[in-house]
């Protein structure tokens, strides 16, 4: 399936207000089609290197799972080409979301390169942002690999990919970003019964899952839990929490 060239910078950041103005079409793509992307972000392997040194391995899971949900979403008809609307390239839009979703969860790491980092007493969506900002600008900034607005733009997406707004744009990364990790956390039904179904294809999302398991899901429902518990005043206190899926797919979730 090609994708479209460009795609809308922006989006209405309310879920409701996106199906009503997205006309998603969430066709079947193979786990091998979406892989086929990968060409794109191979000059960030310092990046995939640092996340895998700091996260465990369901973690790295999740977010591994984030991205490509992430790329289904934006093959079953992320909106290109609309009247009035600032355009990204494809190619720009795949590098923000795959660092997006690789280091959106630095904050819950228990990492020393994490927890002794000055930031790391702040909720962990702006702790890991602030890291990533700073990650991103040593590896790619100097070699222009990637703009300053990228930075920023990947760095605002972590610090809101939990955030859930009534008005309002998002950037594309950041929609996407939203999107993956809460269905890959709360399944189809995170906005309501079978939500998702809209967007993305079940089995699509079962190939996902077998290339990158659920597998200790267990840990990071654990994470969300001592994050809650540690620090009062985080993000995540604010919201009312959904149900979790712990190990059970995805796929089989409504």
């Known amino acids: 399936m090609t994708l479209p060239d460009t795609f809308d910078t922006f989006v209405p950041t309310n879920f409701s207000q996106l199906l009503t103005q997205v006309k998603f079409q969430p066709k079947y793509i193979g786990f091998a089609e979406l892989k086929e992307l990968d060409s794109t972000v191979g000059i960030f392997k310092s990046s995939l290197e640092l996340a895998e040194q700091v996260y465990s391995p369901?973690?790295?899971?999740?977010?591994q799972r984030c991205y490509y949900f992430a790329l289904a979403i934006l093959h079953s008809g992320y909106p290109s080409k609309s009247?009035?609307?600032?355009?990204?390239?494809?190619?720009?839009?795949?590098?923000?979301?795959?660092?997006?979703?690789?280091?959106?969860d630095f904050g819950l790491s228990t990492n020393d390169y994490v927890t002794s980092h000055p930031a790391h007493t702040m909720t962990f969506e702006f702790a890991g942002g602030i890291i990533a900002y700073e990650h991103l600008r040593a590896g790619y900034a100097a070699s222009q690999q990637l703009k300053d607005v990228q930075i920023a733009q990947i760095a605002q997406s972590i610090m809101l990919h939990t955030s859930l707004f009534d008005r309002g744009n998002s950037s594309a990364a950041g929609t996407l970003i939203h999107l993956a990790a809460f269905l890959d956390?709360?399944?189809?039904?995170?906005?309501?019964?079978?939500?998702?179904a809209t967007m993305i294809n079940r089995d699509t999302v079962r190939e996902i899952e077998e290339a990158f398991p659920r597998s200790d899901m267990a840990e990071v429902d654990q994470e969300f839990q001592t994050i809650e518990e540690s620090k009062p005043t985080c993000l995540l206190n604010h919201f009312s929490q959904g149900a979790e899926l712990g190990d059970n797919p995805v796929s089989a979730s409504h």
């Open 58 to 63: 369901a973690l790295l899971n999740h977010c």
């Open 83 to 104: 009247p009035f609307v600032p355009q990204i390239s494809r190619d720009a839009l795949v590098k923000e979301i795959y660092l997006t979703s690789l280091l959106h």
């Open 185 to 196: 956390i709360g399944g189809y039904g995170s906005f309501g019964p079978d939500s998702m």
